[in-house]
């Protein structure tokens, strides 16, 4: 399966032999989306709107954007302004399929890698659904004071409608700038909705009107007991590091380029289950991204998760801020209850 998922990567780049066998089956492809968007335009499938802005984060393009940090810093930068700020997400990976709430406590089989890091992180009300929309009336009825909504992922979620969006994408760009399978786009781009959206470039050069987030570790890592230790006092230390993300290569690099050598690496699929991962006692200290640690300290308390710390360009967020408070009910945009 990871040698089919190599291939097809590799051949959205550009439409070569492949991309173009498979570029009938994206047609099809293309008329189902179509359909479906006209199904819920027309009303014959219906759309919820929550009595709160919903700003959704999401992206285009099949695999891992690094969506997840650029909800979390705009949740944390809406915060600071003083607003009450709820997570949805469908929480995927869980072995659950109702709506429930994330708690620091909760197990990440029960509701996502990602929900649960944004609700340890962020430390805002976060709730779970495949419907997006009972999880929002959800965490609303629970959290009557919350002002708006951040949904991570969801820009294909029809179901719930969202008032602004944050469109992620890599290096990659569009790709070839084809449907699935023979591109890796889940719709046609530029979207066609009346939502105000940006463009978000967390790695690669950003174009005319796209936006490009910082991403930088922390210059610390912390365990499960709460201990902290900075990345620099394991200089000319074996330490190990393990990522089961999206892009695995891309923590390791990050890492060495902090001057740190790794003496064994592990890259796992996005969203594994880390219970039965192996740890080489003699490799040195485990290191990991915030989103295994959520995992893996359930049997390896003593590995070390260092943080990756995701800033937005200020104009990014004065628009966001801008177009918001045209949405909340007082001048100052903050809502009352």
């Given at each position: 399966m990871s040698r089919l998922r190599h291939v097809l990567t590799h051949a959205w780049l550009s439409r070569g032999p492949l991309a173009c066998?498979?570029?009938?089956?994206?047609?099809?492809?293309?008329?189902?989306?179509?359909?479906?968007?006209?199904?819920?335009?027309?009303?014959?499938?219906q759309s919820?709107?929550?009595?709160?802005?919903?700003?959704?984060?999401?992206?285009?393009?099949?695999?891992g954007v690094g969506k997840t940090p650029v909800a979390m810093a705009l949740v944390q930068h809406l915060t600071q302004r003083g607003l009450k700020v709820g997570v949805i997400s469908r929480g995927y990976g869980r072995h659950t399929h109702d709506v429930r709430a994330v708690h620091a406590d909760s197990q990440a089989h029960e509701v996502g890698d990602e929900p649960l890091l944004i609700a340890r992180t962020c430390t805002v009300p976060v709730w779970v659904g495949s419907d997006r929309a009972a999880a929002g009336r959800a965490l609303l009825a629970q959290h009557p004071e919350v002002q708006v909504i951040v949904c991570d992922d969801g820009l294909q979620h029809l179901a719930l409608i969202h008032d602004l969006a944050l469109c992620v994408f890599d290096e990659r760009g569009v790709g070839n700038g084809w449907l699935l399978p023979a591109g890796p786009l889940r719709e046609p781009w530029p979207r066609r909705h009346?939502?105000?959206?940006?463009?978000?470039?967390?790695?690669?050069?950003?174009?005319?009107?796209?936006?490009?987030?910082?991403?930088?570790?922390?210059?610390?890592?912390?365990?499960?007991?709460?201990?902290?230790?900075?990345?620099?006092?394991?200089?000319?230390?074996?330490?190990?590091?393990?990522a089961g993300i999206a892009k695995p290569e891309v923590f390791f690099d990050m890492l060495r380029a902090q001057g740190l050598q790794l003496s064994r690496t592990q890259a796992l699929a996005d969203h594994a289950d880390l219970d039965q991962v192996h740890i080489d006692a003699d490799a040195g200290d485990v290191l990991c991204t915030e989103k295994d640690a959520v995992k893996l300290w359930r049997t390896h308390p003593q590995a070390w998760a260092v943080p990756l710390v995701t800033q937005l360009p200020a104009d990014l967020l004065t628009a966001i801020d801008q177009a918001l408070d045209a949405k909340l009910s007082s001048p100052h945009g903050l809502q009352t209850h």
């Open positions: 066998m498979l570029w009938p089956i994206s047609l099809l492809y293309g008329v189902l989306v179509w359909f479906r968007q006209r199904l819920y335009q027309h009303g014959l499938l919820a709107r929550l009595n709160v802005p919903v700003i959704v984060v999401g992206n285009v393009l099949v695999g009346a939502a105000p959206t940006w463009v978000i470039k967390t790695s690669g050069i950003a174009a005319s009107g796209e936006f490009a987030a910082d991403r930088q570790l922390a210059p610390i890592a912390r365990r499960a007991d709460g201990s902290t230790r900075e990345l620099h006092t394991w200089f000319n230390q074996p330490v190990q590091a393990l």
